[in-house]
């Protein structure tokens, strides 16, 4: 079956360190891969995605993410943690399937970020 | 644009009471996605629609689910009757063709259900 993992349900990181957030995938093809980011009481926003070309993809509010495509993973990255960055992450896919677009979410991982 | 808007914002309901949830997508967005989110199961999708037509709804938990797209401006998610275990935040996403480039979805706000 077709799936996005998010293995860790909440990352700690002091402020000013790095920080990375794990997604592996299992999906047949070329998928689609996202980054989202909920903050509390609010609907998710993009940060980020990968559609083809260049592994280190750059997005909003200074994340990035690394696509590897022999491991099957897009790990969300950032080289120095904000408090500000405290929220929940979610990895998504989508893929091209029995005539129609799928969609899958991980579970999300919470990110704190420690003052 | 004002983004997606859903509405209500909250509701609470007594279990077995009809539940209609909103949704304006963004102007121009030819899909149109519905959520929902809970602490066990995390974001579910539980259906898209393309065009106004229903593409995939492998996701709609059981027949007291029903969704309808009359016109490109404008969703609707009906739960009939409504039971404690549809409790939950619904989520109504937008986006362009995912096709082209692979385009994100845009999130409104959400519904926070409660069946009592």
């Known amino acids: 079956a077709q799936s996005v993992a998010q293995p860790e349900d909440q990352v700690n990181v002091a402020e000013g360190n790095p920080l990375t957030v794990k997604c592996t995938y299992s999906v047949s093809g070329n998928p689609y891969l996202f980054w989202y980011v909920q903050y509390p009481n609010r609907g998710l926003q993009f940060l980020l995605k990968y559609i083809t070309g260049d592994n280190l993809v750059k997005g909003s509010y200074g994340f990035e993410a690394e696509f590897n495509k022999s491991q099957t993973s897009f790990h969300l990255k950032k080289p120095s943690a904000l408090v500000s960055d405290s929220a929940l992450y979610f990895c998504?896919?989508?893929?091209?399937?029995?005539?129609?677009?799928?969609?899958?979410f991980g579970t999300g991982t919470r990110l704190k970020v420690l003052a | 644009d004002a983004g997606v808007i859903q509405s209500p914002r909250h509701e609470v309901t007594e279990m077995g009471q009809e539940v209609t949830l909103r949704c304006k997508p963004i102007s121009g967005h030819d899909y149109l996605f519905w959520y929902r989110q809970t602490m066990m199961r995390g974001l579910e999708l539980l259906i898209y629609?393309?065009?106004?037509?229903?593409?995939?709804d492998s996701g709609m938990p059981e027949d007291r689910f029903s969704a309808k797209m009359p016109n490109a401006s404008f969703s609707t998610l009906k739960i009939q009757p409504s039971e404690p275990r549809d409790s939950a935040v619904y989520f109504c996403?937008?986006?362009?063709?995912?096709?082209?480039?692979?385009?994100?979805?845009?999130f409104g706000q959400g519904t926070r259900l409660t069946v009592v």
């Open positions: 996403a937008s986006s362009s063709d995912p096709g082209m480039v692979g385009t994100e979805a845009f």
């Open positions: 629609f393309n065009n106004n037509v229903p593409i995939d």
């Open positions: 998504a896919v989508t893929y091209w399937a029995s005539g129609t677009y799928k969609y899958i």
